[in-house]
């Protein structure tokens, strides 16, 4: 028992190792965009099938993993993530080299690929490295870990990547062919550069897991698989619950600085000294030399910051509370806050939404455990169906954004409400199953 527990405990340090890996890059890829499209010289809508690709990658590519995962189990299937991500970070090089949106485009899609598969494998290998009732409480933690990495990509990203002023259009256009040239390879290399990095770290990754002793936890292929969980309930209501939450969490955090702006936020930030001072400690420069909208999108970091802090929590809470409980109060807290969003103006409506990340927090990893929860060897293609789900985030956002056009944002919030609304009751009714 000793043995196994030990075994348990290194299985789960190196998966936690993965959610954090899978975090960095997803942000770092990210922070790329506004040099990508200068050295694509994209249009703003090429720049936005970025987001389409990586959601794509979800579901397109979610209830394959999990057919594979069920033949291979969860150890090759995590060597074959890390390796799919591995090659999506080489395929930047001649991306970059050769200015091809399309080989862009593909090293994306490979890259997110590899990081759907490694999430069908490692989201339900940790939920079962150990007892159902901690399932919850090993998924939030695990999921802190994927939050602090994308809280530390945007500043690596700003230090290795961003440090060099980009050129405009206007700037480009007026080089000479060679100054041009000359140009557009050092941005490339910008590129280049940190995703020979990853590549060659994920890599060396891979290699350690191919040799790591983890816990064999599947022990059978069951047969009809899919057949069987589209009949359960459970795991259906919790498919949608993935796709409301994915998609809320995604919508809020798209709109935010639209949001601020739409208030005129950025005045009442320059008239504060409270407000100004967190703005500029975070901006690391003086307001009067920078945008509007960046003085109002510095204070998003406290909302995707809130996430981490809650999974941390939330790892806590899940432990010694019934998980759909903690589930029902989080979703109530959100409900609450975006409410007071929608009938306040100035900070109050500012803090309030951000404050939102903090009860996203245990959404993602709670619902996920939850919808497994009892499914044994049906898990790896379970966990398929609900990394689909994850199309949510290509989904919601372009909605809230035409209400938004057509009835503004603090009404358009009642679309996000309603997302929230489902959450709370799926926690409910898997909580009178508990009791």
Avoid: H
């Avoid at 993965?18 to 506004?34: A, E, Q, R």
């Avoid at 090759?76 to 591995?86: F, P």
């Avoid at 929590?313 to 007071?340: N, Q, R």
């Amino acid at each position: 028992m000793t043995t196994t527990n030990k075994s348990y405990k290194t299985a789960f340090i190196f998966l936690t190792s993965l959610f954090f890996l899978w975090g960095f890059i997803t942000v770092l890829v990210d922070s790329l965009i506004p040099r990508l499209k200068d050295v694509f010289t994209l249009t703003y809508f090429q720049a936005g099938l970025v987001q389409f690709a990586f959601f794509g990658a979800y579901f397109v590519l979610s209830i394959p993993a999990g057919f594979i995962l069920s033949k291979i189990g969860y150890k090759k299937g995590i060597v074959l993530g890390l390796s799919t991500m591995a090659i999506g970070c080489l395929l930047f090089y001649p991306a970059a080299s050769y200015r091809v949106f399309g080989i862009f485009m593909l090293a994306y899609f490979v890259l997110a690929g590899g990081m759907t598969i490694l999430q069908v494998a490692a989201n339900p290998y940790v939920a079962v490295l150990g007892s159902e009732e901690g399932a919850s409480s090993r998924l939030n933690l695990s999921q802190a870990f994927n939050s602090l990495g994308t809280a530390i990509a945007p500043a690596i990203g700003a230090m290795f990547i961003l440090s060099d002023t980009v050129k405009t259009k206007e700037e480009i256009a007026g080089l000479t062919a060679v100054q041009k040239e000359a140009y557009l390879a050092s941005e490339a290399s910008a590129v280049q550069s940190p995703f020979l990095g990853i590549a060659g770290f994920v890599i060396v990754l891979a290699i350690v897991f191919v040799f790591v002793q983890l816990p064999k936890l599947m022990e059978k292929v069951p047969e009809g698989g899919y057949k069987t969980l589209l009949g359960k309930k459970s795991l259906m209501m919790g498919a949608l619950g993935i796709f409301v939450y994915v998609g809320a969490e995604v919508a809020i955090g798209s709109y935010l600085v639209n949001y601020f702006m739409d208030m005129n936020l950025f005045e009442a930030i320059k008239n504060n000294e409270m407000m100004r001072s967190i703005s500029e400690g975070i901006l690391n420069q003086d307001l009067s030399a920078v945008d509007n909208k960046a003085i109002v999108g510095a204070f998003v970091t406290f909302y995707w910051s809130g996430a981490m802090i809650g999974r941390f929590i939330g790892a806590y809470l899940t432990k010694i509370i019934a998980p759909s409980k903690v589930l029902s109060w989080f979703a109530i807290g959100a409900l609450a806050l975006i409410l007071i969003s929608i009938n306040t103006s100035g900070f109050v409506a500012m803090w309030s939404i951000l404050a939102v990340g903090l009860f996203n927090s245990i959404m993602f990893p709670t619902i996920f455990t939850l919808a497994i929860d009892g499914l044994d060897d049906l898990k790896p293609q379970a966990s398929g169906i609900l990394c689909t789900m994850i199309v949510g985030g290509a989904i919601i956002p372009p909605f809230y954004g035409l209400l938004t056009d057509n009835i503004g944002f603090k009404l358009a919030f009642i679309l996000v409400l309603l997302c929230y609304a489902y959450i709370w009751y799926y926690g409910k009714t898997k909580s009178k199953v508990v009791q």
